[in-house]
């Protein structure tokens, strides 16, 4: 959840965790992306906000029948 987060947020146009009324989480998040080990590994920000955005695009799709 950490690690994707902010795409998840962004692609969805809301903000699921507001910084002011989470700030030890805030840092947290930032302090384990900054990790070198997770840092090097992270998913690209694009591709990550693409593929959200693909899924929102499908779960919001409606079918008529």
């Excluded at 947290?28 to 997770?38: E, L």
């Excluded at 590994?41 to 990550?48: F, I, T």
């Excluded at 959200?52 to 799709?61: I, M, N, P």
Aim: aromatic share 10%; glycine share 4%; charged share 25%.
């Amino acid at each position: 959840m950490a690690v994707c987060l902010g795409e998840m947020e962004e692609a969805a146009g809301v903000k699921l965790l507001e910084p002011n009324m989470f700030p030890h989480l805030q840092t947290w998040i930032k302090n384990f992306r900054d990790v070198p080990v997770i840092k090097e590994n992270l998913p690209e920000h694009d591709g990550l906000l693409a593929y959200f955005k693909s899924l929102r695009e499908k779960f919001t799709a409606t079918t008529i029948s």
